[in-house]
């Protein structure tokens, strides 16, 4: 559909450059044709949802209030933060991994129109992403009976544009500030934060009192206990989402105005940051302690270090350990409040376990798999069991930390159960990492930039059941204990 609409643009225009940025997003999801198959499922499921819903609610009359303004409110401050994380990464993608962006500056094409379309390209993919899940629901809805909520399609361009302009936006200024290699990583994390935000922070929130809600209704009660989405700048959303013409205008208005403003002012900010982060560091500091300092005296020893080496390099693998960690700290918050025991020993066993095995299997598969020379370790006169084994343990060495919070946490009520629990989490760790490595098809480094696991839904499906099933087994003992 997009190659049919490309064929009648004139090439190198705005809209020509935008669509090729979408198809180029689309591809780097790299779904197998199961998958694209199950998703197709997916939204003709959702969509027969719609359209029952939308069956059901044809002849139903109602006027949106300021209840339903509040509940708009803050659907679309979750969507906001999800949208900047997923701006913030495809900025990342755009700046550092894209790889045309030499051909697109080089080419006779105004770099306003480029940047331009980059914009629009994240924009796109941030909308698209929330859009295939929203609406097969809504537009049926809106379709058969209440038109008014087409206004909800307004709102999901406006966050997605405001989100792509902010995150393309703070990714050239920690380029600018810090420097590219530093902005990678920092931009990695400062995503995983985004992500998480309105989630960790409600539950930081929550501790203070002896009520113990969801992270959405305390939202909900401190924001309506405020006046917030009644009147004035926060009904926007809910009323533009419900039709209202005026909201729906300065919303869109104000998005695409801040669209155009960020088009112009980071077209010389988005080349200068993208030749910083292509050029090598100016500056030659010689190297210390020599090379021998990389190698020791076992081949298990030195190839234990190089894979734990290139783990901790790799700014993507941030995000992944850093959104765990935060999404685990509510847990750890529960498990420690007011100097209590340790109320759920069982259920942190049991989420210890699963979350070390899902976390290694990453891991496992990136060290096992992102090999810039598999060749060379193919004839070479080493035991491939033993390369395996230091690929595996480099892998449960970088998500160990991760692994032994949840058993501090148990230790406090159970030593025996947060040493139980420590067993199972590193045989759940070893266990799929172990089919990673023993399952990996080695490729350069360089081609894992997209970081889609491999492996197929069927191993990964299995390495999750074990997880499952040794999570439950140590949730078991630890119950007894």
């Keep these: 559909m997009i190659g049919w609409a490309m064929r009648r643009l004139p090439p190198g225009s705005l809209a020509w450059l935008t669509l090729h940025e979408l198809r180029g997003n689309l591809r780097a999801a790299g779904r197998s044709k199961l998958g694209t198959i199950l998703l197709a499922l997916v939204l003709l499921g959702y969509t027969g949802l719609g359209v029952g819903l939308g069956l059901l609610l044809a002849g139903e009359q109602w006027r949106a209030d300021a209840l339903a303004w509040l509940i708009v409110l803050i659907a679309a401050i979750l969507l906001f933060t999800f949208m900047t994380t997923q701006a913030l990464l495809a900025s990342q993608r755009?700046?550092?991994?894209?790889?045309?962006?030499?051909?697109?500056?080089?080419?006779?094409?105004?770099?306003?129109?480029?940047?331009?379309?980059?914009?629009?390209?994240?924009?796109?993919?941030?909308?698209?992403?929330?859009?295939?899940?929203?609406?097969?629901?809504?537009?049926?809805?809106?379709?058969?009976?209440?038109?008014?909520?087409?206004?909800?399609?307004?709102?999901?361009?406006?966050?997605?544009?405001?989100?792509?302009?902010?995150?393309?936006?703070?990714?050239?200024?920690?380029?600018?500030?810090?420097g590219p290699r530093a902005a990678r990583t920092l931009g990695q994390i400062l995503a995983a934060l985004t992500g998480a935000s309105v989630f960790l922070a409600t539950q930081v929130l929550n501790q203070h009192d002896d009520r113990r809600e969801t992270g959405t209704v305390l939202l909900f009660e401190a924001l309506r206990d405020r006046g917030y989405g009644r009147s004035g700048l926060s009904s926007l959303p809910g009323r533009a989402a419900f039709g209202d013409p005026l909201a729906m205008l300065l919303l869109l208005g104000g998005a695409l105005g801040l669209f155009a403003l960020a088009g112009w002012a980071m077209r010389h900010s988005f080349?200068?940051?993208?030749?910083?982060?292509?050029?090598?560091?100016?500056?030659?500091?010689?190297?210390?302690?020599?090379?021998?300092?990389?190698?020791?005296?076992?081949?298990?020893?030195?190839?234990?270090?190089?894979?734990?080496?290139?783990?901790?390099?790799?700014?993507?693998?941030?995000?992944?350990?850093?959104?765990?960690?935060?999404?685990?700290?509510?847990?750890?918050?529960?498990?420690?409040?007011?100097?209590?025991?340790?109320?759920?020993?069982?259920?942190?066993?049991?989420?210890?376990?699963?979350?070390?095995?899902?976390?290694?299997?990453?891991?496992?598969?990136?060290?096992?798999?992102?090999?810039?020379?598999?060749?060379?370790?193919?004839?070479?006169?080493?035991?491939?069991?033993?390369?395996?084994?230091?690929?595996?343990?480099?892998?449960?060495?970088?998500?160990?930390?991760?692994?032994?919070?949840?058993?501090?946490?148990?230790?406090?009520?159970?030593?025996?159960?947060a040493l139980v629990t420590l067993l199972f989490t590193a045989g759940a760790g070893g266990a799929v990492g172990y089919l990673e490595v023993a399952h990996a098809q080695p490729a350069p480094r360089s081609t894992f930039q997209r970081r889609q696991k491999g492996g197929g839904i069927v191993r990964n499906l299995v390495e999750f059941v074990i997880a499952l099933i040794l999570g439950l087994v140590a949730g078991v003992i630890v119950y007894f204990l």
């Design 94 to 178: 755009t700046l550092y991994e894209a790889g045309d962006l030499d051909l697109l500056f080089s080419a006779p094409l105004d770099p306003r129109t480029v940047v331009s379309a980059k914009l629009l390209g994240i924009a796109g993919g941030v909308m698209l992403t929330f859009s295939i899940f929203l609406l097969p629901i809504l537009l049926p809805v809106a379709l058969l009976g209440h038109p008014e909520l087409l206004g909800a399609v307004v709102l999901l361009v406006a966050l997605a544009s405001t989100a792509a302009c902010l995150g393309l936006g703070v990714t050239l200024l920690l380029a600018r500030t810090v």
């Design 271 to 417: 080349l200068r940051s993208y030749r910083a982060g292509g050029a090598r560091p100016a500056a030659k500091r010689a190297a210390k302690g020599g090379i021998a300092r990389h190698f020791h005296r076992s081949l298990f020893a030195t190839t234990f270090a190089k894979e734990l080496r290139l783990l901790l390099r790799d700014p993507a693998l941030i995000f992944q350990v850093l959104l765990r960690i935060v999404y685990l700290a509510p847990i750890l918050l529960v498990a420690f409040r007011d100097g209590r025991s340790l109320p759920m020993a069982p259920t942190l066993a049991f989420t210890s376990v699963v979350i070390a095995g899902q976390l290694v299997s990453s891991l496992a598969w990136l060290a096992a798999s992102a090999e810039d020379a598999p060749d060379l370790l193919k004839v070479a006169p080493v035991a491939r069991d033993e390369l395996d084994l230091a690929k595996l343990l480099a892998a449960m060495a970088l998500a160990a930390p991760l692994g032994v919070l949840l058993p501090i946490a148990i230790a406090m009520e159970t030593v025996p159960g």
